[in-house]
């Protein structure tokens, strides 16, 4: 079965810290996997995916996430973060071959403080 | 919000009414689907469409169903509300490439609040 994790519901950190937003999955095959962000009262937005290739993907707004096939990992990353980035983030996986269905992980709570 | 609107924003309802949300989409993008979020749980697929009269279950569509006579719209209607299905519902819409098959990433609506009382 298809599955994304989300171990932290919040991640705190300093504004100008360098922030890890952490994405663990489950999928048949090889994965396509997607950073989104939410913000309150909207729509999710999203950041960034990563469907072949180079395993450092760079996305909007500054943010980038590292594919790890043996740790089936996809953790985002900003080097500097910014009060604006406090959000809601969710990762999603979405199988090769079955392109209808995305699943999504349970959502990390980032807050930014100044 | 990418061409996507959800009617209502907020709905508040009874136990055992039938209630209807609606998704529109300017962007005749070939795939629809109707999330909810719920604390806790993420987002999690209702059902899909890809394309008009073509539908398909997700992973908690029991008490729901959809249509799609048009391309633009896509309506989720609960037969009968129960308290469970109070929730964040989420209209998203996706394309294909130029070969058909490909879908690589969702364009959300700005969801419904629906409370079942």
């Known amino acids: 079965a298809q599955s994304v994790a989300q171990p932290e519901d919040q991640v705190n950190v300093a504004e100008g810290n360098p922030l890890t937003v952490k994405c663990t999955y489950s999928?048949?095959?090889?994965?396509?996997l997607f950073w989104y962000v939410q913000y309150p009262n909207r729509g999710l937005q999203f950041l960034l995916k990563?469907?072949?290739?180079?395993?450092l993907v760079k996305g909007s707004y500054g943010f980038e996430a590292e594919f790890n096939k043996s740790q089936t990992s996809f953790h985002l990353k900003k080097p500097s973060a910014l009060v604006s980035d406090s959000a809601l983030y969710f990762c999603?996986?979405?199988?090769?071959?079955?392109?209808?269905?995305?699943?999504f992980g349970s959502g990390t709570k980032l807050n930014v403080k100044p | 919000d990418a061409g996507i609107t959800q009617s209502p924003r907020h709905k508040v309802t009874e136990t055992g009414t039938p209630v209807t949300l609606r998704c529109h989409q300017t962007?005749?993008?070939?795939?629809m689907y109707w999330y909810r979020q719920d604390p806790g749980h993420g987002l999690r697929l209702i059902h899909y469409?890809?394309?008009?009269?073509?539908?398909d279950k997700g992973e908690v569509s029991d008490g729901y169903s959809v249509s799609r006579s048009k391309t633009e719209d896509f309506l989720l209607t609960l037969e009968s509300a129960t308290s469970s299905q109070t929730s964040v519902y989420f209209c998203?819409?996706?394309?294909?490439?130029?070969?058909?098959?490909?879908?690589?990433?969702?364009?959300f609506g700005s969801g419904t609040q629906l409370s079942v009382l």
């Open positions: 999603a996986v979405r199988e090769l071959y079955n392109f209808n269905k995305f699943y």
């Open positions: 999928v048949s095959g090889n994965p396509y």
């Open positions: 998203a819409i996706s394309e294909a490439s130029v070969g058909g098959e490909t879908n690589e990433k969702l364009f």
């Open positions: 469409s890809y394309g008009v009269k073509d539908t």
């Open positions: 990563y469907i072949t290739g180079d395993n």
């Open positions: 962007e005749n993008h070939r795939y």
